[in-house]
Each structure stands twice: as structure tokens, then as C-alpha cells.
């Protein structure tokens, strides 16, 4: 008998344009959302966004609460659970990068409410997706939670965004060549659920961003549309598989590992680009895909090298060799790679000296 069933869970609304910032009220309307929201937000989006997104609220007579978060932690998303029950909102609002998003996503499905996703950088492909990634200690978990009753993303304010931040979220697309291959490869090896819908979804979103890289400049609005759109299709695969398999494998335990030995080096996108440079050689030698994966980076102007990213050598060596402890997740890397292979490979693709 056949009994397999699944839930895919997407956004109702999607809402992406220019100035469409000035839209959240509608939406909260069409979804019919009643009460007090809270703001989850960071510093700079604050002013960007949550503080012109609350005056809106203000000037119809709702007064949101606000909490503004420096860092994606558990202790982060205890505080927002805190704060919404002491302010007795109904709904919450992410508004900022990826961390004020997941900390928005986590809280919410704690308090088993609806939240809206509001980015303020095309810079991961969180925006849409039904994950929060957190580090705790030694490992990173990627929690299941609730995706956004809905996205509101305006072209405007992430075209004004810091370059850095798109092309973050360019190399966060990018890796998922690297990421499908590691799912493939942990299927085929420990028979891990698969999905070739979410696969192929991903895949395919990685090769309209790489084919249309020309088109992705700095302060081009249009450029932030065409990110933001891969974004949230990036999304949307990770809301298939029910699991971040499609966008994270080795490059992203990887860039996991480098948080914490290097602490805010460098964005997210960036060291999971870099990453897949690595582990796609790993997957498929000196003759594979890794320097299409390198050209397309720095193509858009985003990181290749360690050097690139602000972080020394020996640390990138010992990210490599330790970041398969970081969570139970079979990738290319198996049960963890010495020393000589780690440095030959980052050697052989440049990232190192
Ligand atoms: N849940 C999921 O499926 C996913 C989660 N992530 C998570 O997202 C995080 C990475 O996201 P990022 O956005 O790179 O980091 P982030 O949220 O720390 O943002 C990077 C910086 O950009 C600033 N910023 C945001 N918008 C700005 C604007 N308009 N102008 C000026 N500064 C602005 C932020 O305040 C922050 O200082 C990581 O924690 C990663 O694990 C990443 C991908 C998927
Ligand atoms: O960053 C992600 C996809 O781009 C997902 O993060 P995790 O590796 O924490 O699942
Ligand atoms: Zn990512």
C-alpha cells in the first residue's frame, strides 16, 4: 500500500517591486491579520525600513511593537518570544537580512503565529523558506518552522542595499550546484529523502542566476528583481524537500564552521560560494564544474579566495578538516578530510596560496 504523504508549505502573498514597502498594511489586510504586530528587526534595516514600515502602521492606528536583534541566536529568539507575549501581539514581522528573518521565522513558530517576511538585502535565500539556521554551541541547527504568510520585497530598498549583500545572495544561488550534488551523493549512499522536483528547482534557479550574471550590476534595480526572484525560488525548493538539502551541503557546513572560528569575517553567501568552489572539485576534480562555479563568483564581483574573504589560510584549512562534525548531514566531505587533501584541494583551486 502506498502511504507516503507531505505537507509543502509556501507563502500565500509574494510581493516584489518597487516601493512596494509601502504595501505591508495591504497585505496584512488581505490576509486578514488583526492586532498588534511585532517588528523583529537589526539596526540599519530598522532605519531603512521598520521604523518607515511602523509609521505607516501608526498613521492607521496600530501601533506595532519593535525588537531590534544584533545577532541569530537562540537567546534572540527567547527574547522576541518575550517580548510578543509581554506586548500581546497577534503576528510577527521580519524585517531585515537573513538573521532578523530567522529569528522572525523561529519565534513566530514558537508562538504559533503568522509572520511576514520584509527583506532589506538580496543576500540568502532564507527569505521564502520554511527553515531557521542557528548556531548552538559546537553544531548548527537547521530548525523546521512556519514560511511567511507572506514576502513583501522591495526592489528599491534592496537595489540601494550594500553591493556586497546581493552578490552574497548570488553565491548563496550559486552553491546550489554543489548542495544538489551532495543530496544526490547522500541518497545514493545512505538513501536519504530525495526530491527530483526540489533538486531539479534548485538546480535550475542556480543556472537562470549564472546565465543572466551580465544583467546583475551595482545599483541596478532590475538586478535586485532578478536575485530576489532566484531568492525565493531557492526557497521555495527548500519548502518541497522540507529540508535545506536543496541549497546546503558541504559548502555550507563549511561556511558554518567559519562562523564560528571566524566570527563575522565575512557574509554568509560569501563563504558558501567559496565553499562550493572547493567541494564541487571534490565532487568531480580539476577538470569539473568548480571553475564555471569560480568564473560566475567572480563574475558578479563576489569572493574566490580566502584572501577574498578576510580570512587567513590555516583557518579555511581548519574549517575544512572539522566542519563535518557540525551536524549530521552526509555530504562529499564523509566522515572528514586530512589535512594533506584539504590543502591540496584549496591550493589547486586557488583559495589558498
Ligand atoms: N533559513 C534559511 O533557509 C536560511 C538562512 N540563512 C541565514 O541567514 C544569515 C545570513 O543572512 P545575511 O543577510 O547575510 O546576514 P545578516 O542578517 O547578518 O545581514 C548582513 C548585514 O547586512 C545588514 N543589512 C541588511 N539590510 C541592509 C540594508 N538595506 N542596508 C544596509 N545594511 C543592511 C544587516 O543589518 C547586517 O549587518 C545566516 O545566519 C544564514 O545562516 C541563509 C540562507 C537560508
Ligand atoms: O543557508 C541555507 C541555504 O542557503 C540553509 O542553511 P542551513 O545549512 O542551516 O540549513
Ligand atoms: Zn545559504
Not at 153 to 171: F, M, Q, S, V, Y
Not at 223 to 245: F, Y
Request: negative net charge; hydrophobic residues 45%.
Amino acid at each position: 500500500m502506498f502511504e507516503k504523504s507531505t505537507w509543502i508549505r509556501l507563502p500565500r502573498n509574494v510581493v516584489v517591486g518597487h516601493g512596494v514597502r509601502d504595501e505591508v498594511l495591504d497585505v496584512i489586510d488581505d490576509l486578514h491579520l488583526q492586532g498588534r504586530p511585532l517588528f523583529v528587526t537589526s539596526p540599519t534595516p530598522r532605519e531603512v525600513a521598520a521604523d518607515p514600515i511602523a509609521a505607516d502602521f501608526e498613521a492607521a492606528g496600530i501601533e506595532p511593537a519593535i525588537v531590534t536583534i544584533e545577532k541569530a541566536t537562540f537567546e534572540a529568539v527567547e527574547q522576541v518570544i518575550e517580548v510578543a507575549e509581554a506586548e500581546d501581539v497577534s503576528y510577527l514581522v521580519g524585517i531585515g537580512g537573513g538573521k532578523a528573518i530567522d529569528i522572525a521565522k523561529l519565534a513566530s513558530h514558537h508562538l504559533e503565529m503568522g509572520f511576514l517576511s520584509v527583506p532589506t538585502a538580496a543576500s540568502h535565500d532564507g527569505i521564502v523558506s520554511n527553515r531557521g539556521s542557528v548556531p548552538d554551541g559546537d553544531s548548527r541547527h537547521s530548525v523546521a518552522a512556519e514560511p511567511p504568510l507572506a514576502v513583501v520585497a522591495d526592489t528599491g530598498i534592496l537595489a540601494e542595499a550594500p553591493w556586497e549583500l546581493t552578490t552574497a545572495g548570488c553565491a548563496d544561488i550559486i552553491s546550489n550546484y554543489t548542495a544538489v550534488m551532495d543530496w544526490r551523493l547522500a541518497q545514493r549512499l545512505k538513501d536519504v529523502e530525495y526530491s527530483e522536483y526540489a533538486a531539479a528547482l534548485s538546480e535550475m534557479t542556480a543556472e537562470i542566476l549564472v546565465d543572466n550574471a551580465d544583467l546583475i550590476r551595482p545599483g541596478l534595480e532590475e538586478s535586485a528583481w532578478i536575485v530576489t526572484k532566484a531568492l525565493m525560488s531557492s526557497g521555495v525548493a527548500m519548502s518541497i524537500a522540507g529540508s535545506s538539502r536543496p541549497a546546503s551541503g558541504a559548502e555550507h557546513l563549511f561556511s558554518h564552521q567559519l562562523d564560528r572560528l571566524a566570527p563575522e569575517a565575512a557574509l554568509h553567501g560569501h563563504q558558501v560560494g567559496v565553499g562550493s568552489i572547493l567541494t564541487a572539485y571534490l565532487h568531480q576534480g580539476e577538470d569539473g564544474i568548480w571553475w564555471d562555479i569560480r568564473d560566475a563568483l567572480s563574475s558578479i564581483d563576489a569572493p574566490t579566495t580566502a584572501d577574498d574573504l578576510g580570512i587567513d589560510d590555516e583557518t579555511v584549512i581548519e574549517a575544512l578538516t572539522t566542519c563535518h562534525e557540525i551536524r549530521d548531514r552526509y555530504t562529499i566531505l564523509g566522515d572528514g578530510m586530512n589535512e594533506r587533501a584539504a590543502r591540496d584541494v584549496a591550493t589547486k583551486t586557488g583559495v589558498i596560496e
